[in-house]
């Protein structure tokens, strides 16, 4: 289904951005249900992003990862050069926006006086304008969408840095959005392997009370005191106990079925 969105929108995207901006954002919202990875996620919004204005631009999202920036995704090779460029600077217009929750505009880079460094580099790149817009999260700055044009100087019209601030906005929560969606996959798969890890260490406790005659807290002692004298995981050694009782390996157990899951 994302695939078919967003082929249908480049196959549209020569129509004009006024007619492209609506299906833009419900390919973003497509993108929102329908990515499990965040990569995947960033790189399908940086093409979106990139179609926003005519004509198509290059486009990075700019995070930070362990204080420092990092780009997360680009549309194109270019848009990470440029990228790399501000950070060696270190400052530009996607730091900015990033650090101050504001869009910052670069109407035309021969005439720009701010960040000189990064200016002079993007120039070398073939950079003629640069419109950064924050991506902001439930009050939190997380990151900025970089939107470069090269094909001239005040590329970007008002309607368009209009409609690239309303993207911006939809990215940053669809972003959230996604974030949460495949944290809470994570949560199930680790409570899924908690319940299987409890299955095992279950069925090596019933064998050491038919063996040791004992209670479920002293067999558990047990099992617990050989993970530590031998630095092995609980789950192990019940598997190795179990194995040794039985004879066979362990049989892996089957997956759960989560609940609406076809099949």
């Known amino acids: 289904m994302v695939w078919k969105e967003r082929e249908h929108t480049m196959a549209t995207a020569e129509q004009g951005p006024e007619h492209d901006f609506p299906e833009l954002l419900g390919s973003l919202h497509s993108l929102t249900l329908g990515t499990e990875e965040v990569q995947t996620f960033l790189h399908e919004v940086t093409l979106l992003a990139g179609r926003l204005v005519k004509p198509p631009a290059s486009c990075g999202i700019t995070t930070h990862y362990d204080g420092w920036p990092m780009t997360a995704a680009t549309s194109d090779e270019r848009a990470s050069l440029i990228d790399e460029e501000q950070y060696g600077a270190g ?36 950079v003629r304008c640069i419109l950064a817009m924050p991506l902001v999260i439930r009050g939190e700055r997380r990151g900025a969408l970089n939107i470069y044009g090269f094909e001239r100087a005040d590329d970007f019209n008002d309607t368009e840095i209009e409609r690239a ?28 392997d908690a ?3 409890r299955s095992v260490i279950d069925q090596a406790i019933g064998i050491l009370m038919a063996q040791q005659q004992c209670d479920p807290e002293a067999a558990f ?6 993970s530590q004298n031998h630095n092995k995981r609980l789950r192990d050694v019940a598997r190795e106990m179990i194995e040794r009782h039985t004879g066979q390996p362990l049989r892996q157990a089957p997956p759960f079925r989560r609940a609406g899951a076809g099949g």
């Open 165 to 192: 601030r309303v993207f911006a906005a939809q990215a940053a929560t669809a972003l959230a959005l996604t974030l949460r969606h495949i944290e809470q996959g994570q949560h199930a798969t680790q409570l899924e």
């Open 221 to 226: 002692g047990l099992l617990r005191k050989h």
């Open 195 to 197: 319940l299987r890890s």
């Open 91 to 126: 400052d530009g217009p996607c730091l900015t926006a990033m650090r101050t929750g504001e869009m910052v505009q670069v109407p035309d880079l021969e005439t720009e006086d701010r960040w000189p460094t990064f200016v002079e580099a993007a120039r070398r790149h073939g």
